[in-house]
T-cell receptor, first 118, second 108 residues
Protein backbone atom coordinates (compact mmCIF):
# COMPACT_ATOMS: atom_id res chain seq x y z
CA UNK A 1 0.00 0.00 0.00
CA UNK A 2 0.90 3.64 -0.14
CA UNK A 3 3.56 4.75 2.27
CA UNK A 4 4.63 8.11 3.51
CA UNK A 5 8.17 8.26 4.81
CA UNK A 6 9.58 10.83 7.19
CA UNK A 7 13.23 11.45 7.84
CA UNK A 8 14.82 11.69 10.27
CA UNK A 9 12.81 9.73 12.80
CA UNK A 10 14.47 11.65 15.55
CA UNK A 11 16.95 14.48 15.71
CA UNK A 12 18.72 16.41 18.42
CA UNK A 13 19.99 19.86 17.61
CA UNK A 14 21.50 22.78 19.46
CA UNK A 15 19.59 25.96 20.15
CA UNK A 16 19.94 28.45 17.37
CA UNK A 17 20.52 25.92 14.64
CA UNK A 18 18.12 24.87 11.92
CA UNK A 19 16.88 21.39 11.25
CA UNK A 20 15.13 19.96 8.21
CA UNK A 21 12.55 17.20 8.24
CA UNK A 22 11.58 15.44 5.03
CA UNK A 23 8.25 13.92 4.12
CA UNK A 24 8.11 11.67 1.07
CA UNK A 25 5.27 9.87 -0.60
CA UNK A 26 6.90 6.66 -1.78
CA UNK A 27 4.53 5.28 -4.36
CA UNK A 28 2.10 8.01 -5.18
CA UNK A 29 2.15 11.65 -6.11
CA UNK A 30 1.00 14.11 -3.52
CA UNK A 31 0.14 17.60 -4.64
CA UNK A 32 -0.82 18.40 -1.08
CA UNK A 33 0.90 17.43 2.13
CA UNK A 34 0.16 18.50 5.66
CA UNK A 35 2.39 19.14 8.63
CA UNK A 36 1.24 18.56 12.18
CA UNK A 37 2.82 19.12 15.54
CA UNK A 38 2.11 17.05 18.59
CA UNK A 39 3.19 17.64 22.18
CA UNK A 40 3.41 14.68 24.56
CA UNK A 41 0.04 13.26 25.48
CA UNK A 42 -1.74 15.85 23.38
CA UNK A 43 -3.51 15.84 20.07
CA UNK A 44 -2.16 16.73 16.67
CA UNK A 45 -2.31 20.37 15.69
CA UNK A 46 -2.22 21.28 12.02
CA UNK A 47 0.63 23.65 11.30
CA UNK A 48 0.42 24.16 7.58
CA UNK A 49 -0.68 22.83 4.25
CA UNK A 50 2.14 22.23 1.81
CA UNK A 51 1.22 22.78 -1.82
CA UNK A 52 3.41 21.49 -4.63
CA UNK A 53 4.86 24.34 -6.63
CA UNK A 54 3.38 27.10 -4.51
CA UNK A 55 3.62 28.64 -1.08
CA UNK A 56 2.46 26.77 1.95
CA UNK A 57 -0.66 27.83 3.75
CA UNK A 58 -0.06 28.29 7.45
CA UNK A 59 -2.57 27.93 10.23
CA UNK A 60 -3.24 30.85 12.50
CA UNK A 61 -0.53 31.31 15.07
CA UNK A 62 2.15 29.37 13.19
CA UNK A 63 5.17 31.48 12.27
CA UNK A 64 5.94 30.96 8.61
CA UNK A 65 9.44 32.36 8.98
CA UNK A 66 10.09 29.96 11.81
CA UNK A 67 8.74 26.87 10.12
CA UNK A 68 9.77 26.94 6.48
CA UNK A 69 7.94 24.55 4.21
CA UNK A 70 9.03 23.64 0.73
CA UNK A 71 7.14 21.32 -1.60
CA UNK A 72 9.37 21.26 -4.63
CA UNK A 73 8.21 17.99 -6.12
CA UNK A 74 5.14 15.81 -6.19
CA UNK A 75 6.70 13.38 -3.74
CA UNK A 76 8.62 15.54 -1.31
CA UNK A 77 7.80 18.22 1.21
CA UNK A 78 10.28 19.55 3.74
CA UNK A 79 9.79 21.35 7.02
CA UNK A 80 12.72 23.39 8.28
CA UNK A 81 12.65 24.60 11.84
CA UNK A 82 14.84 27.68 11.82
CA UNK A 83 16.77 29.03 14.79
CA UNK A 84 15.39 26.24 16.90
CA UNK A 85 14.71 26.74 20.58
CA UNK A 86 13.92 24.19 23.29
CA UNK A 87 10.23 25.05 23.07
CA UNK A 88 10.28 23.81 19.48
CA UNK A 89 10.99 20.33 20.78
CA UNK A 90 8.06 18.25 19.70
CA UNK A 91 6.83 15.40 17.53
CA UNK A 92 6.24 16.51 13.94
CA UNK A 93 4.08 14.40 11.64
CA UNK A 94 3.30 14.83 7.99
CA UNK A 95 0.47 13.45 5.93
CA UNK A 96 -0.13 13.23 2.21
CA UNK A 97 -3.22 12.82 0.12
CA UNK A 98 -3.31 10.12 -2.54
CA UNK A 99 -5.83 11.27 -5.09
CA UNK A 100 -5.34 8.17 -7.12
CA UNK A 101 -5.97 5.77 -4.27
CA UNK A 102 -8.81 3.28 -4.08
CA UNK A 103 -10.99 5.74 -2.25
CA UNK A 104 -9.79 8.58 -4.39
CA UNK A 105 -8.94 10.65 -1.36
CA UNK A 106 -6.91 8.65 1.09
CA UNK A 107 -4.74 10.42 3.62
CA UNK A 108 -1.57 8.64 4.70
CA UNK A 109 0.56 9.65 7.65
CA UNK A 110 4.27 9.44 8.09
CA UNK A 111 5.82 7.84 11.16
CA UNK A 112 6.69 11.19 12.62
CA UNK A 113 9.91 12.90 13.60
CA UNK A 114 10.98 13.62 17.15
CA UNK A 115 12.83 16.90 17.49
CA UNK A 116 14.74 17.70 20.65
CA UNK A 117 16.41 21.08 20.91
CA UNK A 118 19.08 21.35 23.58
CA UNK B 1 -8.19 25.20 16.52
CA UNK B 2 -9.22 21.98 18.15
CA UNK B 3 -12.37 20.60 16.63
CA UNK B 4 -13.48 17.94 18.98
CA UNK B 5 -13.35 16.66 22.44
CA UNK B 6 -12.95 13.05 23.30
CA UNK B 7 -13.77 11.24 26.43
CA UNK B 8 -12.54 9.64 28.40
CA UNK B 9 -9.06 11.12 28.16
CA UNK B 10 -7.70 7.87 29.48
CA UNK B 11 -9.19 4.41 29.76
CA UNK B 12 -7.72 1.39 31.49
CA UNK B 13 -9.30 -2.02 31.02
CA UNK B 14 -8.47 -5.72 31.14
CA UNK B 15 -7.99 -7.91 28.10
CA UNK B 16 -11.26 -9.25 26.83
CA UNK B 17 -13.27 -6.26 27.94
CA UNK B 18 -14.83 -3.81 25.56
CA UNK B 19 -13.54 -0.26 25.23
CA UNK B 20 -15.75 2.63 24.27
CA UNK B 21 -14.45 6.04 23.33
CA UNK B 22 -16.56 9.06 22.51
CA UNK B 23 -15.90 12.04 20.31
CA UNK B 24 -17.81 15.27 19.96
CA UNK B 25 -17.29 17.82 17.25
CA UNK B 26 -18.46 21.34 16.62
CA UNK B 27 -19.22 21.94 12.97
CA UNK B 28 -21.08 20.13 10.21
CA UNK B 29 -19.16 17.27 8.66
CA UNK B 30 -19.13 15.11 5.55
CA UNK B 31 -17.39 12.29 7.31
CA UNK B 32 -15.58 11.41 10.50
CA UNK B 33 -12.53 9.23 10.82
CA UNK B 34 -10.90 7.36 13.64
CA UNK B 35 -7.16 6.92 13.91
CA UNK B 36 -4.89 4.98 16.18
CA UNK B 37 -1.47 6.09 17.35
CA UNK B 38 1.01 3.92 19.16
CA UNK B 39 3.23 5.83 21.53
CA UNK B 40 5.65 8.03 19.63
CA UNK B 41 4.58 6.75 16.25
CA UNK B 42 2.57 7.89 13.29
CA UNK B 43 -1.15 7.50 12.81
CA UNK B 44 -2.94 4.50 11.43
CA UNK B 45 -6.32 4.98 9.81
CA UNK B 46 -8.95 2.74 11.36
CA UNK B 47 -12.30 3.58 9.88
CA UNK B 48 -14.25 6.31 8.12
CA UNK B 49 -17.94 6.89 8.62
CA UNK B 50 -19.86 9.19 6.32
CA UNK B 51 -22.38 11.71 7.55
CA UNK B 52 -25.26 9.70 6.09
CA UNK B 53 -24.20 6.57 7.94
CA UNK B 54 -25.16 5.79 11.50
CA UNK B 55 -23.04 2.76 12.21
CA UNK B 56 -20.11 0.99 10.65
CA UNK B 57 -18.19 -2.14 11.52
CA UNK B 58 -14.68 -3.28 10.78
CA UNK B 59 -13.49 -6.41 12.51
CA UNK B 60 -13.60 -5.74 16.25
CA UNK B 61 -14.32 -2.07 15.67
CA UNK B 62 -17.75 -0.53 15.72
CA UNK B 63 -18.26 3.14 15.04
CA UNK B 64 -21.45 5.08 15.45
CA UNK B 65 -22.26 8.58 14.33
CA UNK B 66 -25.02 10.85 15.56
CA UNK B 67 -24.97 14.01 13.50
CA UNK B 68 -27.83 15.53 15.48
CA UNK B 69 -25.69 15.39 18.59
CA UNK B 70 -22.46 15.96 16.71
CA UNK B 71 -20.93 12.93 18.31
CA UNK B 72 -19.34 9.63 17.43
CA UNK B 73 -18.24 6.61 19.37
CA UNK B 74 -15.64 3.93 18.78
CA UNK B 75 -16.16 0.56 20.36
CA UNK B 76 -13.38 -2.01 20.45
CA UNK B 77 -14.72 -5.40 21.39
CA UNK B 78 -12.76 -8.17 23.09
CA UNK B 79 -9.79 -5.90 23.60
CA UNK B 80 -6.23 -7.15 23.49
CA UNK B 81 -3.05 -5.83 25.04
CA UNK B 82 -1.95 -4.89 21.52
CA UNK B 83 -4.86 -2.44 21.35
CA UNK B 84 -3.01 -0.22 23.83
CA UNK B 85 -2.63 3.09 22.02
CA UNK B 86 -4.13 6.54 21.68
CA UNK B 87 -7.24 6.87 19.60
CA UNK B 88 -8.27 10.05 17.83
CA UNK B 89 -11.30 11.09 15.91
CA UNK B 90 -10.80 13.50 13.05
CA UNK B 91 -13.01 15.55 10.82
CA UNK B 92 -12.30 17.44 7.64
CA UNK B 93 -11.70 16.67 4.00
CA UNK B 94 -7.97 17.11 3.63
CA UNK B 95 -7.03 19.30 6.56
CA UNK B 96 -7.87 16.90 9.31
CA UNK B 97 -8.82 18.39 12.63
CA UNK B 98 -8.24 15.98 15.45
CA UNK B 99 -10.00 15.44 18.69
CA UNK B 100 -8.16 15.46 21.97
CA UNK B 101 -7.72 11.69 21.94
CA UNK B 102 -8.27 8.83 24.33
CA UNK B 103 -5.32 6.93 25.74
CA UNK B 104 -6.31 3.30 26.03
CA UNK B 105 -4.39 0.87 28.21
CA UNK B 106 -5.31 -2.78 27.96
CA UNK B 107 -3.75 -4.92 30.64
CA UNK B 108 -3.11 -8.63 30.12
Amino acid sequence: GAVVSQHPSWVICKSGTSVKIECRSLDFQATTMFWYRQFPKQSLMLMATSNEGSKATYEQGVEKDKFLINHASLTLSTLTVTSAHPEDSSFYICSARDRGGVSGNTIYFGEGSWLTVV
Amino acid sequence: SQQGEEDPQALSIQEGENATMNCSYKTSINNLQWYRQNSGRGLVHLILIRSNEREKHSGRLRVTLDTSKKSSSLLITASRAADTASYFCATGFQKLVFGTGTRLLVSP
